[in-house]
């Protein structure tokens, strides 16, 4: 059931997760050339891979698929270290700071009720809104195992990218709504994979779909405002695709102990990255006392210096904890 090229997905994926939001370790204002705009058409909105390769496997092992074995699974797995990673920020943002990003009169509320509604939409820790998203399809799962099963399932998808480019991220049930079709889409590449990994791999689909993949940016760049607009959405769906295509082609040639380290332990890096991102931010700003400015040189280098230290991080949790490090850190 193991799959070589998911696997290698999973590393790149988080990869991009993380240097996304490694944009924001520096300050961008004294660069004129744009490239903050630019990374963050190309780089940002990972959240798309992660929740196509999610689609991917979910329907890779559907047919092991059990009710009671797969939701206790995703309790342990997610539900469990969302609940512990979350405290130290929830604790900041209920008893020590204000958190910005919530919805007006949030404060008003009882402290009790505030740890709630962080737990519920994951507004707390920037990356964690996935979870209460991602977990409104474990809720459904039960369909989605039903509706693979029924021969035209799949025609529902042009309409759910349809429906995508509409519905924004936001609340739980919006970002559900608006990551639908990308999961649909990693349940279809899986479900057709013997028709279509041969066809995904070949070189002039490659090269047509790359092509594709950076009109959207172009598009984006001089057509849109902001970067996460709809079109933003469709270049990652496109790029979810060309990576799967991308990986396939090359299987074990890029099979080595660093590529299959980070995706075993994506999920943990997923969860503390944020944590460990913010904290460098801080000492370096602290220790220069300015900014950080912003060029190409050294953003690459922090974001795979982040990345690093995360799985180094998740490495020593797991040595101590064995198994039970999944309950802290998911993995």
């Known amino acids: 059931m193991f799959l070589g090229y998911i696997h290698s997905f999973r590393a790149l ?9 490694s944009i924001d370790f520096f300050d961008w ?24 390769i999610a689609g991917y496997l979910f329907q890779h092992l559907a047919s092991k698929y059990q009710h009671k074995k797969y939701f206790v699974g995703k309790l342990k797995n997610v539900l469990i270290p969302y609940f512990f990673v979350s405290i130290p920020a929830i604790y900041i943002f209920v008893f020590v700071l204000t958190r910005e990003t919530v919805w007006q009169g949030f404060y008003d509320n009882p402290q009790w009720l505030q740890i709630v509604y962080f737990y519920l939409t994951g507004l707390h820790l920037a990356p964690l809104w996935f979870i209460p998203m991602i977990t409104l399809f474990y809720i459904v799962a039960p369909l989605l195992i039903w509706g693979d099963k029924k021969k035209n399932f799949y025609w529902i998808l042009p309409v759910a990218i349809l429906v995508s480019c509409f519905v924004s ?19 279809y590449c899986s479900h057709f994979k013997s028709r279509l990994n041969g066809f995904f791999s070949r070189t002039d689909f490659l090269f047509v779909l790359a092509i594709i993949v950076m009109g959207f940016a172009c598009w984006e760049y001089y057509l849109m405002q902001g970067t ?15 990576f799967l295509g991308l990986l396939i ?10 590529i299959r380290t ?19 931010k801080l000492l370096f700003e602290k220790l220069s006392d300015e900014k950080i400015a912003g060029n190409l040189l050294f953003y690459p280098i922090v974001s795979i210096a ?23 850190v998911g993995s």
């Open 306 to 328: 982040i990345l690093m230290t995360c799985v180094v991080i998740i490495f020593i949790i797991q040595k101590l904890m064995g198994n039970k490090s999944r309950y802290l």
């Open 169 to 187: 991220r936001g609340f739980p049930q919006q970002s559900f709504v608006h990551f639908f079709s990308v999961y649909l889409l990693g349940m």
């Open 228 to 242: 996460m607009t709809y079109v933003n959405y469709l270049q990652k769906i496109c790029m979810s695709v060309l």
């Open 249 to 258: 082609r090359l299987g074990s040639k890029i099979d080595s102990k660093l």
């Open 262 to 280: 980070i995706a075993d332990t994506s999920f943990g890096v997923f969860f503390i990255h944020s944590y460990v991102l913010t904290t460098s």
């Open 29 to 52: 204002s004294a660069d004129d050339s744009d490239v903050e705009r630019w990374l963050r058409i190309l780089i940002s909105n990972g959240s798309v891979l992660f929740v196509f």
């Open 13 to 21: 994926a988080i990869l991009f997760i993380v240097a996304g939001h």
